[in-house]
């Protein structure tokens, strides 16, 4: 049964520190997604891979948050220094370009104190 | 750009019972996607249903079924027989066709569903 995976599951930290969230997608897959989800904005994207190059992070804050693929098993999504607004579930999901649809991994619930 | 419009914040259903949850779109696209996501208090997004808009048929997925209207830009989630494990927060989710840098979804703000037993 493939699936996303992403750890941790979930993340306290104090303002000011660096967070890293992981994410592996489906074994095959060649987009990864990353969202994030607030009560007040819903769903957002951040940022978009295919084929482990970056499509799309026009959602993202440039000035402290990072997005990678080091290899095509693993998606990084970090943030330095963190601040209380950054707290959320961000999730990661994967796809097939060329089908529609992504599956999503348990998401990253961050609490920045 | 495209948004995605659920106006009803929450909904409440008897078990056993059938309940349908509205979702709006906006588009100039004449091809995408259309999908209802189900977010359990476990957190999981869970793809329920998935429409092509190129399909006039609507989909079906044994209890689920959705009510997709194109010149309305109206695509609804219908669950027949409620069961007490479809209490969750429900995404719709709109997608365009083309594959590249818009591959995203782009998500209404979800309604949660109440399952009274």
């Known amino acids: 049964d493939a699936r996303v995976t992403q750890t941790p599951r979930d993340k306290v930290t104090e303002m000011g520190q660096e967070v890293t969230m992981r994410c592996q997608p489906i074994l095959g897959h060649n987009t990864v997604f990353w969202y994030r989800q607030t009560m007040m904005q819903g769903l957002e994207l951040l940022a978009y891979f295919r084929n482990r190059a970056p499509l799309d992070d026009s959602g993202m804050p440039k000035d402290r948050f990072s997005a990678e693929m080091p290899d095509a098993t693993l998606a990084t999504l970090k943030i330095q220094p963190s601040e209380p607004r950054d707290s959320a579930v961000y999730f990661c999901?994967?796809?097939?370009?060329?089908?529609?649809?992504?599956?999503f991994g348990p998401g990253t619930r961050l609490t920045v104190l | 750009a495209q948004t995605v419009t659920q106006s009803q914040p929450e909904m409440s259903v008897q078990e056993a019972e059938t309940v349908t949850l509205s979702c709006t779109y906006d588009?100039?696209?004449?091809?995408?996607?259309l999908f209802w996501y189900k977010q359990p208090p476990s957190r999981q997004m869970i793809l329920v249903i998935r429409q092509e808009a190129y399909k006039q048929q609507n989909a079906t997925e044994n209890r689920f079924s959705v009510n997709f209207q194109k010149a309305a830009k109206s695509f609804s989630l219908k669950i027949s027989d409620s069961q007490l494990g479809d209490a969750a927060m429900y995404f719709c989710?709109?997608?365009?066709?083309?594959?590249?840098?818009?591959?995203?979804?782009?998500f209404g703000k979800g309604i949660t569903l109440s399952v009274r037993p």
């Open positions: 588009t100039s696209e004449s091809d995408y996607y």
């Open positions: 989710a709109y997608r365009t066709l083309y594959t590249g840098a818009n591959s995203k979804l782009t």
């Open positions: 999901a994967s796809g097939f370009s060329g089908t529609d649809t992504q599956y």
